[in-house]
């Protein structure tokens, strides 16, 4: 599984943590699932939002490089 973790700005609940972004691409071959996450380090404050390949409703097919869905940044895991 590939990640990758980025500061993603000041929290807004607490306006002293950091939040960090973090984008999960998991990939078993016949199981595709991409995760977001935005948690504070501070107040512990977290979202998450996920795709996966057996959920076909779940949303649009993030092909190529899926975007966050708060902050915006792409998640490439390189
Ligand atoms: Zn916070
Ligand atoms: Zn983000």
Redesign the pocket.
Known sequence: MASSTEKAG??????????MCRFNDFDRGDLRVMAWEHK??????RVTQAWRSDQPNAGDTPEGLPTCPWCGRTGKTA
């Open positions: 000041k929290c807004e609940k607490c306006q002293t943590g950091d939040v504070c380090t501070d107040c512990g404050i």
